[in-house]
């Protein structure tokens, strides 16, 4: 890095942090991301873009920074230099000595934003945008364990990735870090030992998808239940009406407390368990989302207060939880269903949430616009929002872009395996009704990620994409995608800017 030296000369003569600043600032040809400038003890760290990758380089051995850094060491104007890989372990070492690197509890945030960043390549352009939005706070790294697989990532990387871009674009109001839908004990486990501030607990595979018609089904699982559980629910809720402090009336007849009971007490006592256990050690400094919404229909305002009644009267504090709303919130697509009808339901489960002091958190909220409003003026900005695929997405508009011949390719991979895809999304989209790409121009191209089909088919193949292997075991896509966009860093952090942007200005945060 020849180029560096002019840089390094001007740190050798003692430059100050602003003025250097302001040096790679008006010099871009240098690579210095110029937010990423700091200090620790004497010695000064930036990062600096290469043709292929980004690196930290460490300038004066004076700070014990230097020496706990893992890179190459050479000297400049008698400055030791070491320039290093955006490791896991150097990320480590930057959480050491940069306390606003470190992802932490939003939990006295009124409002927040998860961003989910599939590729690791986000999260700059998305800080770029928060710095706009003071008032809402990021989670960066969120991801759950069917994403982590299909990318081929794991939870200590995605938070890696975060730290950087934090370091890189300098952003000091903090922000979360979410091991989102997690079902295992170990996962949480994991995620907590990596230092994740947010457990979203996916209790689906605890609900049972009941219909009230189901009589005998719904009498078989409520006598499955120990008789002492069965007369604390029967004390508590049967025949009781609940007026709640936010103006909600809920009212328990025997039946309506044994149809929830059979749906819901095993999660109830999944998240219990799994609240005493891994998160109120840590309760201080992790928020802890209850996630419900994974299922057959939409959750009952009635089941919401069921089961949060039951979690906080337990001692559970509960930061965040997602029901399942009425009408579809598919991956990467605008709400489907009655406007009016989500309205009135979302008036019932914000009521619930703040009679008990929580966030309603809305997942699958990429590309909601159509409720955004609604939510933005119901909540009030407190709530919690997650988005993952669309961020995905609009890297695939980069490449688009920047690489047509690449899209092109990857468009034809993914109709191809399309149904390999569907076994872990349900989409409505079909593959039928997308045009031929032989009959669309590159400049036609952009086109697709305005349309709901192919904005699905790219949504779900994601990671077929990224693990996709040639004969030769080598990747077929998943380099070529990382070099266009850490080639075009500037225009996919102005894509997400614009698209995620949107969102926040619909809420109204
Ligand atoms: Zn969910």
Known sequence: MVELSKFI????????LAALKQQAQADPALGIYPASLHEAGGTVLFMVKTATEKKLVAVGDDGPIFAELSGEESTEQGLKVKTCDLTVENSLVIRKY???TNPRSLANEPT???VGDRLGLASPGHLRLFKEHPNVR???AQQSVRELNLTGRDFRGVLAD???AVFQEDYRLGYGADGDHLKELADIKTALDEGYTMITLDCSEHINNLHPDQQAEIDRLYDALAPEERAKL???????????????SLTFTPEALKLNAAIYQKAVNFALRVFNEFIKPVQDRVDFEVSIDETATPTDPLSHFFVAEQLINAGVKVNSMAPRFCGEFQKGIDYIGDVKQFEAEYIEHTKIAEHFGYKVSIHSGSDKFAVFPIIGRISKGHVHVKTAGTNWLEAVKVIIAADPGLYREMHEYALKHLEEAKKYYVISGDPERIPALSSLSDAELPELMEKDDSRQLIHITYGLLLQAKDENGQSLFRDRIYQCLHQNEDLYAEFLKKHIGKHLELLGF
Not at 9 to 16: E, F, H, L, V
């Open 112 to 114: 927040s934003f998860g």
């Open 98 to 100: 940069f306390a606003f």
């Open 234 to 248: 029967e004390e508590h809720f049967s025949g009781k009406t609940f007026n709640l402090k936010t103006g909600l």
């Open 138 to 140: 990021p989670v960066l």
């Open 162 to 164: 975060a730290v950087w």
């Open 9 to 16: 000369d001007q740190i050798a003569a003692g430059q100050d």
